[in-house]
């Protein structure tokens, strides 16, 4: 029977925006992040920023709304930029750096804002500083295969410190775009493909660099991007057109930004994209409608670079002009690198195509950021010297801060006959392309990253072995997309000798990130050939991957005993690795996206919808069994690839451990559960192993019947454990009827009595399982 919608007593589209924000398990607690200011000092901050208006020209105010590259210029502009910032025409800059053009950038050009421009607003340093400064971490998609909340806010906040000691207080960072394919090369960026999760994990990365205290000196402003559709560009080709249903959009796509929103952050940056055919520049949808109508953000809204003009390529704009139209009445506050709002705004002021007061609130929302920054009290650079430089970066503290979180991002995927950990009494044979490839590992987004402190998997194993074993080594290509075989021999002769293989493949940085899609994800080069022969030495077969996304492994998959996906781990990925390795830590990472067979499944994510003919493993006929000449039918007639099948080669939150896990005694505190009420799911978790090890207890639920079709799973609560061998303990997740809400065909946010199933899983294909009634 359809149910009735139950209306949640709050504004359509946003409960369901709430819903999906994180929910701890009942035995946690989280001290409650806010960077609202006290209502006095708020009031100062508006007062102030009017006091500014009421002094600034247009010039001025439309600087406000200018963000250079400096990475553009080069020394015959010196004279020109610094005489811009001078007359207050320059908002902000980006990329700065020590370079030879002004070897103290940062604080000469705030020296000239700040003493020499007509009001002295500071100006505000942004870069992309995505997993890190100098000390690198892994890349995104590997801190949220940790499913630890708590590691990224320290990564974060790690590369906040480095960052501010030069001058830098904005990063371009979180990426909280969903994506459902891996073949997006900025997919290495994301946190993955679930929504609760990505929202976690967002608002730790935004605590991390914004402190809970903006003022500090050490916080960078967080900015949320890319808003919004960007990871659902079609075929995973970047800079592409998404199409979402509104609904999808806003149950899916959209949560991340409002949970970090709720957290604080204080800038949003467009997409490259287009959503629904209007390019995310110009889309007063998403940046009047949702973003300060429905949502009430009070920070500022920056294009991305050169997408004001992008809008042109796109048939969306005729020309600059039309092009700084769009973007200023669409509500984009700030403009990356091009300047059409600088050369058009004063005449479209004149015609009447845009407004004083909708400049004000431009500058406005930019000045509140640099006032709650307290730019006006620490404008320069933090570190005084070199020697304090020296201090603050790379320093010790960090980089055990790095390793200990690339440790908790290493998934392992497969370990038959116990192949890991090494032992150290072995001869080890490594081989392959990234076993000591320093800059690949550090990942993508590394402006200020250097392999020269970058330190590899190799010398570690070295380290880690000492006296006690022998480190064989023999790279067998010389980069990921080697095709040359002239170094098997010498790989095949190092594995004959050895009482273990371990291969380290994967793909190069540059393989990943923005502008490098993949439309065969499978491993690049002549690694496969090489994997294939390593197997034929009969000696036992460890692969650890390095990549910026899942790859299709084919029978790589089949030819190594032990699979483990290291991402690019950053800095420190050498010395962790090692460690996980050799078993001094057990791995405990999760999937945070559904790996799949191969491209040909994509898109594929585990909270999908059902359909009129679900596949299960009886009801088709995988292509290498249909008979011959057979009737149509007898293949069968279910949602599934004949080649590939319908499920991920591995789920959403799958990882092995060291050791095993066993659930039990799964109870729940109700068996209904009232609109405004929660009941609480519990189970038991024993390590029935032998080694102490961590596990990840996932809570799921679905929907039964719906208004309109509702996913199979939905993630919904997450608990780490570590137990030592032997050890029980029960897991307790709260979960409120309001987390069970979504948007209807009416674009409503409801919430709809039924029955519900509930899972307590390692995954999202498995798990002890129950079912409650929602009245």
């Known amino acids: 029977m359809k149910k009735h919608p139950l209306y949640i007593g709050v504004m359509a589209g946003l409960l369901s925006l709430t819903a999906t924000l994180p929910l ?19 009031e100062a901050i508006e007062s102030k920023i009017q006091n500014l208006l009421a002094q600034m020209s247009i010039q001025e105010k439309i600087g406000q709304l200018a963000l250079r590259d400096w990475g553009t210029f080069d020394a015959s502009d010196m004279k020109s930029i610094k005489q811009a910032v001078r007359e207050g025409r320059v908002g902000g800059f980006l990329n700065v750096n020590f370079s030879s053009v002004d070897k103290n950038a940062f604080e000469e050009l705030q020296r000239i804002a700040v003493e020499e421009s007509p009001l002295g607003v500071p100006l505000l340093f942004g870069q992309d500083v995505i997993h890190g400064y100098e000390t690198i971490f892994p890349i995104p998609l590997g801190q949220a295969a940790s499913w630890n909340p708590e590691l990224i806010k320290n990564g974060a906040r790690v590369a906040a410190q480095e ?75 970047d800079y592409n057109s998404a199409y979402i249903p509104e609904r999808l959009l806003r149950d899916i796509y959209l949560p991340p930004f409002k949970a970090s929103i709720d957290a604080g952050m204080q800038s949003i940056m467009s997409t490259y994209s287009t959503l629904n055919d209007v390019p995310g520049t110009g889309s007063p949808f998403l940046f009047k409608q949702v973003l300060r109508e429905e949502w009430g953000f009070d920070g500022f809204v920056v294009s991305d670079w050169n997408a004001v003009m992008e809008m042109v390529p796109h048939g969306f704009a005729r020309d600059a002009k039309h092009a700084a139209t769009l973007a200023a009445n669409a509500g984009i506050d700030m403009e990356m690198h091009t300047d059409t709002y600088e050369q058009f705004l004063p ?40 020697a304090e430089r020296a201090q603050i970066i790379r320093n010790d503290q960090f980089r055990d801060t790095a390793k200990a979180a690339a440790k908790e991002t290493f998934v392992l995927l497969k370990n038959d006959n116990r192949v890991l950990p090494l032992k150290k009494g072995q001869s080890v044979a ?28 190799l010398p570690a194993l070295r380290e880690m072995v000492g006296d006690t074993g022998e480190i064989l080594y023999a ?106 390795l050799y078993g001094e830590t057990s791995p405990s990472g999760r999937l945070p996206l559904s790996w799949p067979v191969g491209a040909g499944q994509i898109p594929i994510y585990y909270n999908h919808l059902a359909t009129g003919r679900p596949a299960s493993e009886d009801n088709y006929t995988r292509i290498e069994k249909i008979g011959r000449e057979v009737f149509q039918h007898q293949p069968g007639n279910s949602s599934n690839l004949l080649d590939y099948g319908h499920k991920p080669l591995f789920p959403f939150g799958y990882g092995l451990t060291y ?117």
């Open 475 to 580: 790279a067998g290509l010389d980069y990921s997309r080697d095709t040359r075989t002239r170094g098997f021999k010498a790989a095949i002769k190092a594995a004959k000798k050895a009482d273990v293989v371990l291969f380290v493949g994967g793909e190069e940085a540059i393989l990943s990130g923005e502008g490098h899609s993949r439309g065969d994800i499978r491993l690049p080069g002549a690694q496969a050939e090489l994997v294939a022969e390593l197997s034929k030495t009969g000696k036992p077969l460890a692969m650890v991957l390095m990549a910026g996304r899942p790859l299709q492994l084919d029978q790589t998959l089949q030819q190594a005993d032990a699979v483990m996906m290291a991402w690019h781990p950053g800095t420190m990925g050498g010395p962790a690795l090692a460690d996980v």
């Open 659 to 775: 050791s095993e896990f066993e659930y039990s005694d799964l109870e729940l505190s109700d068996t209904t559960l009232d609109a405004n009420g929660q009941l609480t799911v519990s189970a038991t978790i024993t390590n029935t192993g032998k080694t102490a090890a961590t596990e990840t207890a996932q809570l799921y639920v679905r929907d039964q019947v719906g208004s309109v079709s509702r996913p199979v799973r939905e993630l919904k609560g997450f608990e780490r454990l570590t137990l030592e061998p032997g050890e029980s303990r029960q897991v307790n997740f709260s979960l409120k009827a309001s987390q069970l809400a979504f948007h209807n065909t009416d674009m409503e946010a409801v919430i709809e009595p039924g029955e519900f199933r509930v899972w307590i899983a390692p995954n999202a294909e498995s798990g002890l399982e129950a079912g409650f009634t929602l009245r």
């Open 24 to 42: 701890q398990a009942a035995n946690q607690t989280v001290a409650p992040t806010t960077l609202n200011q006290p209502s006095r000092q708020q």
């Open 347 to 386: 005449q479209l002021m004149d015609e009447g195509q845009f407004s004083e007061a909708q400049l004000d609130t431009a500058v406005a929302n930019i000045l509140r950021v640099k006032l709650r920054l307290d730019l006006w009290n620490h404008p320069y650079p933090r570190a005084k010297s070199k």
């Open 430 to 457: 490594v081989i392959g392309p990234l076993a000591d490839a320093a800059h690949d590992q550090l990942g993508t987004w590394i402006y200020n990253g250097d392999k020269k402190h970058s330190r590899t998997l």
């Open 163 to 237: 960052a501010s000691a030069d001058g830098i207080r904005w990063t371009f960072a979180p990426m909280i775009d969903i994506s459902r394919d891996p073949r997006w090369g900025r997919i290495a960026e994301t946190l993955g493909e679930d929504p609760y999760l990505t929202s976690t994990l967002g608002v730790a990365m935004v605590e991390g660099f914004q402190s809970g205290n903006l003022a500090d000196p050490t916080s960078l402003a967080a900015c949320g991007k890319h808003f919004a559709g960007y990871g659902a560009a079609e075929g995973g080709r």
